[in-house]
């Protein structure tokens, strides 16, 4: 009989949306956190769908775009009115760099008083979420990515986030580690990015955010 690890009969099996949903939901529980990163992509709203499911109590959650028409605040706007959630914008209505922007947001939290806040960084990563997957959905394309993440994003996360405290529920160990046994044809083929993240979404969160162009956080400060 086999005493450890307790969890053998896991090990190897195919993992299924459901065990990978459950493992997101058990990361926001964890969290505890009711304050969210909206910028209405659809990584970021299915983290405000399993919140609203998951969480009791009141879920505030927090923009920043170039201005009104920006297309991360009007898709926010879709997602908060969607889940009957509260919306707080901030306004740069001047072009800033992607770390400037990163600071100025954690500082006008800061400001606000929010002192914790859930974000969706990391997943475009683990499931093949950029337009160069399409055009290379290549293991060492993948891999190529996943080394950029650390230096590229979460240290200047950690440094640009000053005092906020932030908890990214797709980086949990356990949904790391699911999301690692899914190849990459499961996740990104030819004409579809981040699979895995859409099947997920299908049903729960609005169609026209699910269908939406992608843009990235940097890009609240330039597009027009």
Known sequence: ??????????????????SLQDAIEEAIVDCGVRNLALSGGIDSTLLLYFMNKMLIGKINCYTIALN????????????????NVELHPYFLN??????????????????D??????AGDGIDEFTCGYYHHVQDPSEQNYVSWLRRLN?????????NSGEVAVYLPYLSPKVVSLLSLIPCYEK??????????????RGH??????NRRKYGFCDAGKIK
């Open 1 to 18: 009989m086999i005493n450890y690890p307790r969890n053998w009969q896991e090990i190897g099996l195919e993992v299924s949306l459901h």
């Open 68 to 83: 009104e028409n920006h297309p991360d605040y009007t898709n926010a706007k879709i997602a908060a009115k969607y889940f």
């Open 94 to 111: 001047e072009n800033k760099q992607p770390d400037e922007i990163v600071k100025t947001f954690y500082e006008l939290l800061h400001r």
């Open 113 to 118: 008083g929010i002192t914790k806040i859930i």
């Open 151 to 159: 230096p590229e994003q979460l240290t200047p996360l950690n440094t």
């Open 188 to 201: 990104v083929d030819s004409s579809h990015r981040k699979k895995v993240i859409v099947d997920m979404a």
């Open 205 to 210: 969160i609005p169609e026209e955010i699910i």
